[in-house]
C-alpha cells in the first residue's frame, strides 16, 4: 500500500526548532515531487513548501519562508522539514504530501506542532 | 498569494445535487485548467477528489464532477449521501514561485 508516515512533531516553545520527517513507501519516491501542507487547529489547509524530485527545485510559502526548509533523501525514501524560529501561528498539523498532475494526491496522517510557552 | 475564496457552508438533502464555488484570480484558477478538490472528514488526512479541473482518480464516486469557468471552479456533488458530509477545498496551481493556493474551505451538511 502506498503510504506516507510522518514523525517529529511535539510541543516547542517560541523561537524553537523542530525537523519533522516523512517516511514514504511503496512507490518511486525518487520520482516524485513532494509537499508540506499544514492545517491550524479549527483552520484551513495551507500549502507550506515543495520539492522536486531530484531536490534541485524548492519552493515555499512566504509566510515561512526564510525559517523553514525542506530536504529529501531519496535514498532512504524520507522527506524532510527543518522548521526554526517557530511561531504560535506555527501551531498546526503538518501533513505530508505527494504530488501527481498537479495535485496532491496521496496524504500522511500528518504530525501534530505546538508553539507554545 | 490569498486563499480562493469558497462558501462556508453549503447543505443539502439526501439525493439532492449540490456545487460548491471556487473563487480565484487569474493568476492561478483563470491561468491554469490545474484546479483539484480535496474531501476531508473529521480528524482525516484529506483525500483527493478531482483533478486537473474535471479528472477523477480511479476509486472516486462518479457523482462528483468538475468544471470551471474563468477565474471560478465548481465542485458538484450528485446524488448525496450521508457519507459526503465533510469539509471540501479547492486548490489551484499559480505559477512557480508560490506554486499552490488552496480554497477557505466549505462545509457540506447533509439534511
Known amino acids: 500500500e502506498v503510504q506516507l508516515v510522518e514523525s517529529g512533531g511535539g510541543l516547542v516553545q517560541p523561537g524553537g526548532s523542530l525537523r519533522l520527517s516523512c517516511a514514504a513507501s511503496?512507490?518511486?519516491?525518487?520520482?516524485?515531487?513532494m509537499h508540506w501542507v499544514r492545517q491550524a487547529p479549527g483552520k484551513g489547509l495551507v500549502w507550506v513548501s515543495r520539492m522536486n524530485s531530484d531536490g534541485s527545485s524548492i519552493s515555499y510559502a512566504d509566510s515561512v519562508k526564510g525559517r523553514i526548509t525542506i530536504s529529501r533523501d531519496n535514498a532512504k525514501n524520507t522527506l524532510n522539514l527543518q522548521m526554526n524560529s517557530l511561531r504560535a501561528e506555527d501551531t498546526a498539523v503538518y501533513y505530508c504530501?505527494?504530488?501527481?498532475?498537479?495535485?496532491?494526491?496521496?496524504w500522511g496522517q500528518g504530525t501534530t506542532v505546538t508553539v507554545s510557552s | 498569494q490569498s486563499a480562493l475564496a469558497q462558501p462556508a457552508s453549503v447543505s443539502g438533502s439526501p439525493g439532492q445535487s449540490i456545487t460548491i464555488s471556487c473563487t480565484g484570480t487569474?493568476?492561478?484558477?483563470?491561468?491554469?485548467?490545474?484546479v483539484s478538490w480535496y474531501q476531508q472528514h473529521p480528524g482525516k488526512a484529506p483525500k483527493l477528489m478531482i483533478y486537473e479541473v474535471s479528472k477523477r482518480p480511479s476509486g472516486v464516486s462518479s457523482r462528483f464532477s468538475g468544471s470551471k469557468s474563468g477565474n471560478t471552479a465548481s465542485l458538484t456533488i450528485s446524488g448525496l449521501q450521508a457519507e459526503d458530509e465533510a469539509d471540501y477545498y479547492c486548490?489551484?496551481?499559480?505559477?512557480?514561485?508560490?506554486?499552490?493556493?488552496f480554497g477557505t474551505g466549505t462545509k457540506v451538511t447533509v439534511l
Open positions: 511503496e512507490f518511486p519516491f525518487s520520482k516524485y515531487w
Open positions: 504530501v505527494r504530488e501527481s498532475f498537479y495535485a496532491m494526491d496521496v
Open positions: 486548490c489551484s496551481y499559480a505559477g512557480s514561485s508560490t506554486p499552490y493556493v
Open positions: 487569474s493568476s492561478d484558477v483563470g491561468s491554469y485548467n490545474l
